[in-house]
């Protein structure tokens, strides 16, 4: 057999590699540079390397040749690996823009007077000695762990093939597990979350072999267009599929944590840094969904009518359990948690509501177009809320029981408001980008028919008002008990100030004028199978 | 008509105070507030005097705004929408006026927010409101509809009585649970358009659009539950009494006079406009909650003890009129509703204005502490008088008129709908002098002094609303000139006939059934 060397498509996946580059580049700067000037260098690199790879992106946008009688845009590249397709770009561009996001939040270091929120020695056990000593130090491996993250963010939306998928799933998931347990503060807290993190994150990939397998066995093939080829065929044992396909979505709908699977949810977004959950938050949100989107659309889009009901099942008790569970919530992450968890119910029912092109009227919303519209306004308003997060604090650290908050909107006023404004958002108050979003799942969802599920989404909007404005009646109209200790804000640097009012503005622009973005996401057009 | 978009200009005005304001301080802040809120109203008698009374969408204003989506900024007034705003222009500089010390004083020891606070968020409520009432695309309407709470609840949370902030959530709760089932219906109005060809939330695109009968039906349904909890109607009013009897004086004026129009202009607008065959369809059911909330509003009205809450629950009796005179299709009960909405605006304003003067100088609510106030001010009992005689319908004032046009509509639509309408009055009559009773007369209380009367500034804010109440009363052509031909319009697309007289109708299918003997 001979071997014959694979051709890349260099024009179009270089964001991908300068992601990559730069993140080896963050290991030998470790490596090489005297401590004191890895934290600039490190930041730089990655600033630098996102940027860079971001500009890239919209010029790999801009010049996509246009296929399929025009419905989608792009080429499959990496010999069947990786597809740089409409979607694909826009999905890489968010990624970007939360990534941006999340490193000038792990830069801050005016909060905990002159050093990060990251811890000095990881490895360092909580009270001992060798964590006093390291407590001046910082930790800039974050800055290739994050980059690598990145990297695998962008690779997973992408993948053409399910080995791919897996791979870029590893990658973007290890430093995670990492990342997770790196807080100066509460470091028990912060490692256990890694911990759990960790173990269940495994867990699920396993599952994720293993429904590869099962549908490699099926379709004779990891390629997605392959395995449309098998289903439309309908050759095989379908029962192998069904399964294969059952165990894959358990690996997906774990990354975006829908119900069942979402029990990791609030422990790692509470015992991880804030600056670490709010990349996170976004970043894994947005790939995981290009991702499940890529592979039900494109390798098991012929077999809709099997996965839309186990859908359907998933979206409501994602939306209901997540909302409902946030009312009783006394923890300011652990809220924004549960948020995040009805917010993936609602992004499950903008992909339920996939319709074939020739169902739709001239310019009617598409799901694909709906769901990374939602994922744009969900990523401003969650970074941003977290961002606000890190800032509120007392003398032990951030301050996130609720108690803390009580009146914070009369003593800061600015970022109360602007905290309020994030939670509207996600609530979906008309104004905000979240209402535009919401409205575009489902009425996607409402199309294709299934309105049990908008209902259900509409109730469990209701219970999720309740727990966000009960939040805004809490820090404008409440006062505090008369000796209790209140949380207020410390005043950061430009880093995190900046994020904030580039979540505010997003979340503003996009409530106000949400058009351009959505015709962009309608012109990515449809994935190429 | 014009290039020049003064509707526009009419709902950015206040906006542009709105934010302003807050960089204001004290009594420039308010000076400022009064100022762009009277700005606001030459602006909205400008817009009437170009407005031509022969009916239809005036002075339009279409910019494509989300092509995605089909949405529009489209705006126009109409002879409804006209009312509509000349009314809220006028109520905002007066509320704004009667409130000037309202944020000064702690009440029931809780600290009020800050008087800047209060006039930016009157002025974004009314620039919000403006645009509902202005708004010719479903979705536009939807937006500010909705953002119109926010608002509000800055409004409730934080001005007004103890036990404020629990009354802004389940205000706002009710409020957004309402919107979002009519979120169903806007979303399926889309589907349905979509499917139809182009989407397009266009009143006019949707108003033609043959949309099937059931579906239609549903659709209705979910318009009709977030209007009758804008209204508010039975059973979906418990926030009423709840929210008038914590906010300010002001705040209640703005939600009982202004935001819940929006529930039966919406009625008129969306829910006869696009769904006329469910409006039918759903008319016995609608009337039956209109009588049980004028009868069930005006007993437990005068139940109350608290008489900020009891002026909030005569408001559901009156709705339950409103929406009877829309419901019974004919074009005594439309205009006598449009005519409805205005009056009750001017009544209940100035009931709510005066009664609040009376609640700040006592420091209580509770009608069973107040009482012998007549003697030493006499000008307060006075006002009180009148605002009160306005309400319960009193001939010579104007919400005589629109009561008397629903009451003969009713009793044209069916003998017994009439009758128990009219006890509506009665009741009316039980509740205002009732409360005037025994708030105002009786031996004259140690605390009640005769400095107490009302000062120029608080007469000044309620003369404008007792002129028109007095005016209008008199002389109603104004309005019904501006109401006639909308609801004209309204019938003929609604597919109701009865030009002439509704009174040959009975008499036409009589003939027809004696044909059949």
New interface residues.
């Given amino acids: 057999m001979e071997f014959t060397e694979p051709a890349l498509e260099y024009a179009e996946i270089w964001p991908l590699i300068v992601v990559f580059g730069v993140a080896c580049l963050g290991i030998l700067a470790e490596a090489f540079l005297p401590r004191g000037r890895r934290h600039v260098v490190q930041v730089a690199l990655a600033a630098v390397g996102l940027l860079v790879a971001l500009v890239g992106t919209v010029l790999v946008g801009t010049n996509l040749d246009t296929v399929a009688d025009g419905e989608a845009r792009g080429l499959i590249g990496g010999a069947g690996s990786v597809v740089v397709d409409g979607p694909t770009v826009f999905i890489w561009a968010l990624v970007l823009v939360a990534s941006l996001m999340g490193v000038a939040l792990f830069a801050e270091r005016r909060l905990e007077a002159g050093v990060s929120a990251f811890s000095g020695q990881a490895a360092a056990l909580p009270g001992s000695d060798a964590e006093r000593k390291a407590q001046g130090l910082d930790h800039t491996e974050v800055y290739p762990l994050l980059m690598f993250a990145v990297g695998g963010m962008l690779l997973f939306p992408a993948s053409g093939d399910l080995l791919t998928m897996f791979v870029a799933l590893e990658v973007l998931s290890l430093p995670l597990y990492l990342l997770s347990g790196l807080a100066r503060r509460r470091r028990l807290l912060s490692q256990e979350a890694a911990l759990k993190y960790f173990l269940l994150g495994a867990f699920s990939s396993g599952f994720f072999l293993y429904g590869m397998a099962l549908v490699y066995g099926y379709a004779g093939s990891m390629d997605l267009g392959a395995i449309d080829a098998a289903v439309r065929n309908d050759s095989a044992n379908s029962v192998m599929l069904r399964i294969g396909l059952g165990l894959l979505l358990v690996g997906l709908l774990f990354k975006v944590g829908a119900v069942p699977f979402q029990a990791w949810t609030p422990d790692v977004y509470q015992g991880a840094p804030t600056a670490v959950t709010a990349f996170m938050s976004a970043g894994t949100k947005i790939a995981a969904f290009g991702a499940l989107l890529r592979l039900l659309y494109v390798g098991f889009g012929a077999d809709r009518w099997s996965w839309q009901p186990v859908m359907w099942v998933i979206a409501i008790l994602t939306m209901l359990i997540g909302a409902v569970l946030a009312v009783v919530q006394t923890d300011v992450k652990r809220m924004l948690a549960y948020s995040a968890v009805a917010h993936t119910g609602f992004l499950l029912t903008g992909v339920l509501g996939v319709q074939a092109s020739g169902e739709?009227?001239?310019?009617?919303?598409t799901s694909l177009?709906a769901v990374m519209f939602y994922l744009a306004t969900y990523s401003f308003a969650t970074i941003g809320a977290f961002a606000i997060v890190s800032l509120v604090r007392d003398s032990s650290g951030e301050a996130t029981a609720f108690d803390r908050w009580a009146g914070l909107g009369k003593r800061s006023p600015l970022v109360a408001g602007a905290f309020a404004f994030f939670l509207?958002s996600m609530a979906g108050?008309?104004?905000t980008a979240g209402?535009?979003g919401k409205?575009?799942v489902?009425?996607v969802a409402?199309?294709a028919g299934a309105w049990p599920v908008?209902?259900v989404a509409?109730a469990s909007?209701?219970f999720a008002?309740?727990f966000y404005?009960?939040h805004i009646?809490l820090m404008?109209?409440?006062v505090p008990e008369a000796d209790a200790e209140v949380a207020s804000v410390t005043a950061p640097s430009l880093l995190t100030s900046g994020t904030i009012a580039v979540g505010v503005l997003g979340t503003l622009v996009l409530g106000l004028?949400?058009?351009p973005l959505?015709?962009l996401a309608?012109d990515a057009g449809q994935f190429i199978r | 008509m014009n290039d020049f978009p003064v509707l526009s200009v009419l709902v950015a005005l206040p906006l542009v105070g709105a934010l302003v304001v807050p960089f204001l301080k004290g009594a420039v802040a308010k000076q400022a507030g009064i100022g762009f809120s009277v700005a606001t109203l030459v602006l909205a008698v400008v817009v009437a005097a170009q407005y031509e009374l022969d009916g239809g969408m005036q002075l339009t204003e279409t910019y494509n705004w989300i092509p995605a989506f089909g949405v529009h900024f489209a705006l126009g007034v109409d002879g409804l929408g006209l009312l509509m705003v000349l009314l809220t222009a006028l109520l905002v500089p007066v509320v704004l006026l009667a409130s000037w010390r309202e944020t000064e004083t702690a009440v029931d020891g809780n600290e009020q927010g800050s008087p800047t606070a209060f006039v930016a968020w009157t002025l974004a409520l009314e620039s919000l409101s403006l645009a509902v009432f202005l708004a010719t695309d479903v979705f536009l309407f939807y937006l500010v509809f909705e953002a119109t709470l926010i608002p509000a609840y800055f409004l409730i949370g934080g001005f007004g009585r103890a036990g404020r902030s629990a009354a802004a959530i389940k205000f706002l709760m009710f409020q957004l649970a309402g919107g979002l089932i009519l979120l169903i219906g806007v979303i399926g109005l889309y589907v349905v358009s979509a499917q139809a060809g182009t989407p397009s939330y266009l009143l006019s695109d949707l108003m033609a659009l043959d949309i099937d009968t059931e579906a239609g039906r549903w659709l209705f349904a979910t318009f009709f539950i977030a209007f009758a909890i804008k209204a508010p109607l039975f059973p979906v009013h418990t926030w009423l009494a709840d929210t008038t009897g914590k906010a300010t004086p002001g705040t209640s004026v703005l939600l009982v006079c202004v935001l819940d129009k929006i529930g039966t202009f919406g009625m008129l607008r969306f829910c006869l406009g696009i769904f006329p065959e469910a409006s039918q369809w759903a008319t016995p059911l609608v009337i039956v909650l209109a009588l049980v909330s004028i009868v069930y509003g005006a007993f437990v009205a005068i139940g109350q003890d608290d008489v900020m809450r009891l002026i909030g629950l005569t408001s559901l009796s009156h709705f339950g009129f409103i929406v009877l005179g829309i419901f019974v299709f004919s074009t005594q009960g439309g205009t006598g509703s449009i005519l409805y909405m205005v009056n009750h605006g001017l009544g209940t304003a100035a009931l709510f204005l005066v009664a609040g003067y009376l609640v700040s100088r006592r420091g209580t609510a509770s009608i069973r502490e107040l009482g012998g106030q007549e003697k030493v001010t006499p000008v307060l009992a006075g006002l009180l008088l009148v605002a009160g005689l306005a309400t319960l319908g009193l001939p010579g004032l104007s919400p005589f008129i629109s009561e008397f046009l629903v009451i003969i509509a009713a009793f044209q639509y069916a003998w017994y709908v009439g009758a128990v309408a009219v006890t509506g009055i009665v009741l009316a009559a039980i509740y205002v002098l009732w409360m005037y009773q025994r708030t105002m007369t009786g031996p004259t209380a140690d605390v009640v002094t005769r400095d107490q009367d009302l000062g120029v500034r608080e007469i000044a804010a309620v003369a404008p609303l007792v002129a028109a109440l007095v005016f209008f009363g008199f002389y109603p052509i104004p309005l019904m000139d501006a109401a006639n031909p909308y609801v004209g319009d309204l019938l003929s697309h609604v597919g109701v006939t009865d030009d002439p007289p509704e009174v040959t109708a009975p008499a036409a299918a009589e003939t027809a059934e004696e044909g059949e003997y």
């Fill in positions: 739709l009227a001239e310019g009617q919303v177009q509207l108050i008309p104004l209402f535009v409205w575009a489902f009425t409402m199309s908008v209902v509409i909007s209701i008002v309740y404005v009960r009646r404008f109209f409440d004028v949400p058009g959505l015709q309608a």
